[in-house]
């Protein structure tokens, strides 16, 4: 057996049983660091990348300082996401030979990886040659500059993890189609070929893309379960419910469904367990006699109040399902890329227009607790205020995987026309019927009747409650809605907003 077999079929082991038992100790000693290395490049090509890391780490047995051997190891670390495995071989490079451009590559890979890439960026900014671009690419698309990222990425389209990078973007900008005419048909592309197609609603084209391309990935690779969950949610989105509840039982028996839909609802169930700890605690403390709801004209029960609500969160629901299915053929497009771009701020248009119609005509606008009129100055620098909180959210949320906020403008107006609902409406009702309970309840209301970016629904609502308390009204708040969204719009090609939000 030869040296090469041995350590491809080996790796670590062979080595130590080549030195410590001596078994071809002649082949070894006539070898030197260079010889291994060859050896280390021919294991790698053969597609045994560990048996070619060890090999290489026996050439640096032979000279601690011999350059490819250094880079060849760090890179396979790399490759795998290894970083400090690979941080003592990039120090030494880094001694070694800094300016070397290999170097410098491999250097910036691991400020990539440290999540700092405007070192990445610096120290690429000279180099040349597709794999420069590519890691300019991804620097570039860390820092929120998504259209210089898109260029670097297109210059780089012989490497296969340029196109993808630039079809990712293209989604993220919501230009899916450029996406398309970018990616090759490689597995690992074709299952975000078949996102693509979904996000541009061309949902049989995804449907059978993601069936052909199903058999052709290692169903150990989390691009398998990936492309189950794209197939379910297309044959949802065409209404073919049985074919869908197939392949999501498949999806089900290799990850827990239960807990991917956690991942993405745990704030509104726990702010609604908090809530409904409120309600008990506030119907604990109601004498036998006010147990029956009633109020005055000018006034909604707090019953009366809740449904309401849940019946205009699910007649916007229908809407916005109807208006999915009208323009895209998808019945779940407020939650496909790109389509829930137009059809969420629908969603919230829709549900704030349905809520307000609701309250004024049950009980008038008095009901309403508008306040002064001089009060709309106030919501200026509110508004001010809430963009810079869903500047926090918006830093916090892709560590939680919490839901992104609609940016178009039919959003805030939504949330213009619930403010007067839920602040002066339904704050007067639930201090009615519960009192000091519902200083709490309002802020964790503001979270449950508009589905989406809970925690900062409940963070607005904290603020305008007491902004309405100190205005002695909700216009103020309204007019804060209003004005964030003014803001928002006009700033969204700022690259830290988009970074952000």
């Not at 900008?173 to 299952?191: F, I």
């Not at 049950?362 to 500047?391: D, F, Q």
């Not at 639930?430 to 709490?440: N, S, V």
């Not at 103020?476 to 006009?490: D, E, I, P, S």
């Amino acid at each position: 057996m030869t040296l090469t077999l041995i350590l491809r079929h080996f790796g670590k082991l062979g080595i130590f049983l080549l030195l410590v038992l001596g078994l071809g100790g002649s082949t070894l000693a006539q070898l030197n660091a260079e010889d291994y290395y060859r050896q280390c490049v021919s294991l790698l090509n053969q597609g045994a990348p560990e048996s070619a890391r060890a090999t290489c780490e026996l050439a640096l047995v032979m000279d601690n300082s011999h350059l490819p051997s250094l880079k060849l190891v760090a890179g396979i670390h790399l490759n795998q996401g290894r970083l400090a495995e690979a941080k003592p071989y990039l120090d030494r490079l880094a001694g070694l030979a800094p300016g070397d451009p290999e170097v410098r590559l491999l250097l910036s890979r691991e400020k990539l990886l440290e999540r700092k890439p405007k070192e990445a960026l610096d120290l690429l900014l000279d180099l040349p040659g597709e794999e420069a671009a590519l890691r300019k690419g991804q620097a570039l698309e860390a820092l929120g500059r998504y259209e210089d990222a898109l260029a670097r990425y297109r210059s780089a389209t012989t490497l296969a993890e340029a196109r993808i990078g630039a079809a990712r973007l293209s989604l993220r900008l919501g230009r899916p189609d450029d996406g398309l005419g970018l990616l090759g048909s490689t597995p690992k592309e074709a299952v975000l070929k078949a996102e693509l197609l979904r996000a541009t609603g061309r949902l049989p084209e995804a449907a059978e893309l993601a069936e052909t391309n199903l058999p052709l990935i290692d169903p150990t690779d989390p691009d398998y379960s990936r492309s189950l969950r794209t197939l379910a949610l297309t044959y949802y989105g065409l209404g073919n419910f049985s074919q869908g509840g197939l392949v999501l039982r498949q999806l089900s028996s290799r990850e827990s469904i239960l807990n991917a839909v956690l991942v993405q609802t745990w704030p509104y169930l726990l702010v609604l367990l908090l809530y409904l700890g409120l309600l008990l605690l506030g119907e604990s403390r109601i004498e036998p006699m006010r147990t029956v709801e009633m109020v005055s004209d000018l006034r909604i029960g707090a019953g009366t109040l809740h449904l309401w609500l849940a019946a205009a969160i699910l007649a916007s629901g229908l809407v916005a399902a109807w208006l999915g299915q009208s323009l895209y053929n998808n019945w779940l497009a407020m939650v496909t890329p790109v389509q829930a771009a137009l059809i969420q701020p629908v969603f919230f248009l829709v549900l704030g227009m349905l809520a307000l119609l609701a309250v004024y005509r049950r009980a008038g606008a008095a009901s309403l607790n508008l306040g002064p009129s001089t009060n709309w100055i106030e919501g200026a620098w509110a508004g001010l205020v809430l963009v810079v909180l869903l500047l926090v959210y918006g830093f916090i949320r892709r560590s939680l995987g919490l839901l992104e906020m609609p940016l178009l403008y039919p959003a805030f107006l939504g949330l213009a026309c619930l403010e007067p609902v839920i602040r002066g409406a339904g704050a007067a009702s639930l201090k009615d019927r519960y009192r000091d309970p519902a200083l709490y309840m309002v802020p964790l209301l503001s979270g449950l009747a508009m589905p989406g970016p809970t925690l900062y629904f409940v963070a607005a609502g904290i603020f305008l409650s007491w902004l309405a308390r100190r205005t002695g009204g909700t216009l103020a708040g309204t007019v804060a809605w209003v004005f964030a969204g003014l803001v928002v719009t006009l700033a969204a090609n700022i690259p830290i907003l988009r970074t952000l939000l």
